[in-house]
């Protein structure tokens, strides 16, 4: 499967690693910004690698290749087979480090102490472990140095199975003997397969050779690239500009357009395949004929060019897939060839035998691996689960690219060459054909009934796009309650240092004429891991400006208001781009501190986007386009509910009409004077509360000197002091919260006074009342809603701790969120107890509200730890089912918002709830989703 390359040849040895570090690793590190210099910084930084490649040409020759594998560690196939904590094990053995000293605590715990580090300047581990080595042998002064010769040698050596990790000790012993400090802590970073390059990767390939990033993303292989490319005048050949066998690729994207069904069904000429959308991970299928053995020969490449070859074999007698396809493809009998090359683009599923269901997609490698096991083990297969590809494109067969021809034309001899496809093992795509929006709304309600991901919207007369993303193939996903829709690429311009480092996250905002500014719009402190956080400093360690001695450029960086919380600001040519996350825009004052205008609320960072920069991240007019569809979606939501479901008009809260309903004699020795309405989360006007009152037992009046006959009282209630209110005090009258009613007829009975409870009222009954309390007001006897719990904490005096809270109460963790608790289909309020008390209990606390109606609530909360058994109320009925008619529900009812389907809630498992309680935030609710 792998071609024969020619490797060019050099005029002169290979210079030693230190060439590559100070003349290249050292230099671009300590190139900063500096206000005493015109040129840009990364014109600074092209420099340096021009002058590094002009040499590397002129005194060594063309081929780079084997330095290339030193500086893209990254982009290097080797796999060294030692782990972060391997190599800390090994360090501390090979300097005899005592394993009760401070060096081997940090070392040991340097992922879970990240913060802490940050403060001491410690930015990465191969860093952290430079200095314990520094402190052990002083400076290297004479030393005999290491050439890129040998240092890819031992690596090489490394790589080898057959090597033991004492081996492995004795091989990085030699290297540290023959490396200084400084070429200790790169060196460290290659082996943690760290991004040297802090961002100018491209800029390096380009500077080789004009073509070199164009090859790389074909074949995604240093070799190939460095050895093909070797003259900077010849250009890259038409016929190397195509996919190649056994190679990995960049396959073609989906995009997620913001249109209407009927623009979608329009921009396709009103014809189009509707695929559904796969929770699995995207794979291409490189299969050869081997000319001796004359058998099949596979590779497997993920999107991203991770080669799975090892884990789904490569041929038909190893691996947890290939042993299991044998005989699906056929010859094709047109012109009696027979398959000799072909790459099938697809998705690697998981199928559960058992249930009938396709597993998440977290559950691919588990599942192959544990074949894999079996396969090593001779053990009996289990089948519980199986590895199921599902193809969906052909782009190459027999020596020839398929990507100029039409979907139609690679789908119809798709369906010949697999023309014997086994069930949940391997089978092409099922897709329909459509002509008008309503197509598109019909697939998906049905993606939302049967729980799966999407549909992806493909147009049959596209050719094949390679690492290109456009409106020729478009997915479109359920649009989830409180998920901003499209994750949005954000570029760090400032850093807020703390016990938990936050990042001021920012957007791009085009001027003309290739100028810039750069917008504050978040500020991101959750999703991060140590990793993260490691590559973050590493980036952008030497170019953080401290905002105390020099404000950034306006209006080039605009941080807005929140310029007074930023501690370090950087250029956004030079900065890093993170895929963000959020539950919403926040449109409130807090949002109006950012230049953009407004926030993001509960944002967190779902990953590091390494192939984007700040001319490749989300700009000020794709957000607000964003911002646009969801205000308008907003505003738009509730007609559209008018026109499927018949609208309930709320008059009373629930409280009240539960209470009405019971038509008791609470109040009947009272006689109520309604002043003002009732204020707050749940608004009653006077007609309201006078209703409720009279229903209950009580009179109204609307005169003060109203006779009273023996045992009556007379009860004035408002909830502001008007000009009335306070006559009536100063005659003499007490005045009474008209909550105080709702709590009574919640308990059904007179409960006593509490000081909340009381408007105005003189002193003596104010201090007959504080006795019902504890010293912060707390009622000895009547329980207390949140509303007064909030209330009784402004009173309560702070307290400094000893020892400060690391993390932030979570009391408001759900705040805002309505939850939906799947239950059997039936509906008892009573049982609410008997399923999951404590999982409710802990939305309640945490500020979340439970509510019975699906198409109000964020989340659908799933407990998939029992099945339950109520045949003494109904026939027995299980959770599966009732999820099921829940999604049956969604996908029937579902309304329509401005051309596409309203937004849908969740339905996830208990776990979620518990793994936001674990990160103090609103975690992703992808890997949570509820598949019964």
């Known amino acids: 499967m792998s071609e024969e390359l020619k490797e060019p040849k050099n005029r002169a040895p290979l210079p030693n690693f230190s060439h590559l570090v100070y003349d290249l690793f050292e230099k671009l590190d300590t190139c900063v910004k500096s206000p005493h210099i015109p040129e840009s910084l990364r014109s600074r930084k092209t420099k340096i690698i021009e002058q590094f490649v002009q040499k590397w040409r002129f005194e060594i020759g063309d081929n780079i290749y084997p330095a290339s594998r030193l500086i893209f560690p990254n982009l290097d196939k080797r796999h060294y087979n030692i782990k972060d904590f391997t190599l800390i094990k090994f360090i501390l053995d090979i300097f005899q480090v005592p394993k009760d000293s401070e060096d081997t605590k940090i070392l040991r715990n340097w992922k879970g102490k990240y913060e802490n580090r940050m403060r001491s300047n ?8 430079t200095g314990v080595i520094k402190a052990r042998r002083g400076a290297v002064l004479d030393r005999p140095e290491i050439s890129i010769d040998r240092l890819n040698e031992l690596l090489d050596t490394m790589t080898r199975p057959e090597t033991k990790p004492s081996d492995q000790k004795k091989i990085l012993t030699e290297i540290f003997n023959h490396v200084d400090n400084i070429e200790l802590k790169w060196f460290l970073r290659i082996l943690l397969k760290r991004k040297l390059m802090g961002g100018m990767d491209f800029t390096f390939f380009r500077q080789w050779h004009p073509d070199a990033v164009e090859l790389l993303q074909l074949v995604n292989d240093l070799k190939t690239v460095f050895w093909e490319l070797t003259d900077r005048l010849i250009p890259l050949p038409e016929a190397g500009r195509v996919i190649r066998v056994g190679r990995a690729f960049r396959p073609q994207l989906a995009m997620r357009p913001n249109r209407t069904y009927d623009q979608i069904a329009t921009l396709f000429d009103n014809n189009f395949y509707i695929e559904d959308k796969l929770d699995g991970e995207r794979i291409l299928m490189h ?81 192959s691996l544990t074949r894999l096991m079996e ?47 086994i069930p ?68 760090i311009l400032g850093k807020r240092k703390g016990l938990k480092n936050a990042y001021i996250c920012g957007l791009r905002e085009s001027l003309g004429n290739d100028r810039y500014r750069f917008l504050s719009l978040a500020r991101i402190a959750n999703g991060f891991t140590g990793q993260m956080y490691e590559e973050i400093e590493h980036s952008l360690g030497s170019k953080w400006v401290n905002i105390r001695k020099t404000q950034p450029p306006y209006p080039y960086i605009d941080l807005g208001e929140i310029s007074s919380m930023v501690d370090y600001w950087v250029d956004p040519k030079e900065s890093v781009v993170l895929e963000i996350k959020a539950r919403s825009i926040d ?20 990953r590091i986007r390494s192939d984007k920069d700040f001319l490749s991240c989300s700009t000020f007019a794709d957000y607000k386009e964003i911002k646009t569809s969801k205000s308008r979606h ?38 109520f004077y309604v002043l003002s309405d009732m204020l707050g989360e749940k608004r009653y006007s006077i007609a309201q509360l006078e209703a409720l009152l009279v229903e209950n037992g009580g009179r109204i009046t609307k005169n003060d000197c109203v006779a009273l006959a023996d045992g009556e009282r007379l009860v004035l209630l408002s909830d502001k002091i008007t000009f009335k209110v306070t006559e009536y005090f100063n005659k003499g009258l007490n005045v009474f919260r008209p909550g105080f009613i709702l709590k009574c007829l919640q308990l059904k009975t007179i409960i006593p006074l509490q000081i909340n409870d009381i408007l105005l009222a003189d002193e003596s009954l104010i201090e007959k009342v504080k006795k019902n309390s504890d010293r912060f007001g707390d009622s000895y006897t009547s329980p207390i809603d949140r509303k007064e719990l909030r209330m009784l904490m402004k009173g309560i005096p702070k307290i400094k701790l000893e020892h400060p809270l690391k993390f932030p109460l979570l009391y408001n963790l759900f705040k805002g969120l309505k939850f939906y608790i799947a239950r059997p289909c039936y509906r ?19 500020g979340g509200f439970l509510t019975t109606d699906i198409f109000q609530c964020s989340f659908i909360i799933v407990d998939t730890s029992t099945t339950f058994n109520y045949s003494w109320l109904t026939e027995e009925a299980t959770i599966q089912d009732e999820v099921g008619s829940l999604r049956k529900k969604l996908g029937d009812d579902l309304p329509i918002v401005k051309g596409v389907l309203d937004k849908v809630p969740r339905i996830v498992e208990k776990e979620w709830v518990f793994k936001c309680i674990q990160e103090g935030t609103i975690v992703a609710a992808d890997g949570y989703n509820y598949i019964g």
């Not at 390679?466 to 478009?474: G, Y």
């Open 634 to 671: 907003k505003t738009e939501k509730t007609h559209s509910l008018m026109s499927k479901r018949k609208r309930t008009i709320v008059t009373e809260p629930i409280l009240a009409k539960q209470s009405v309903s019971s038509k008791s004699s609470i109040f009947k020795d009272y006689i």
């Open 828 to 846: 008892s309020p009573f049982l609410t107890n008997v399923m999951s008390p404590y999982l409710l209990e802990v939305i309640v606390i945490l």
């Open 287 to 367: 299969i050869s004929l081997n000319d001796t053995t004359q058998q099949h020969e596979f590779k497997y490449f993920s999107r991203s060019g991770t080669d799975y070859t090892y884990l789904y074999g490569s041929n038909y007698e190893e691996g947890a897939f290939s042993p299991f396809i044998k005989g699906c493809f056929i010859d094709l009998k047109d012109d009696t060839k027979e398959i000799r090359s072909m790459v099938l683009d697809g998705e690697f599923l998981v199928y559960d035998n058992k249930r009938n269901v396709i597993l998440p997609f977290g559950a691919l490698k588990s599942a």
């Open 122 to 129: 410690k930015n990465d581990l191969a860093q952290l472990l």
């Open 375 to 421: 396969e090593k083990n001779d053990s009996e297969d289990s089948q519980e689960t199986q590895v199921y590809f599902v193809v969906y494109d052909l782009v190459f067969l027999n020596g020839t690219s398929f990507q100029d021809k039409a979907l139609k034309v690679r789908r119809n001899l798709l369906n010949k060459i697999l023309a014997n496809p």
């Open 424 to 491: 949940n093992r391997i089978e092409v795509i099922k897709y329909t054909e459509g002509h008008v929006g309503s197509d598109i709304e019909a697939a998906m309600r049905s993606a939302i009934h049967d729980n799966r991901e999407g549909i992806v919207v493909k147009n049959p007369k596209s050719k094949y796009y390679i690492a290109s993303r456009n409106l020729n193939w478009v997915k479109i996903k359920p649009e989830y309650l409180e998920e901003f829709g499209e994750n949005i690429d954000l570029i």
């Open 587 to 606: 449109i409130g004052d807090g949002g109006k501190r950012y230049a953009a205008g407004t926030t993001l609320y509960n944002a967190y960072c779902v």
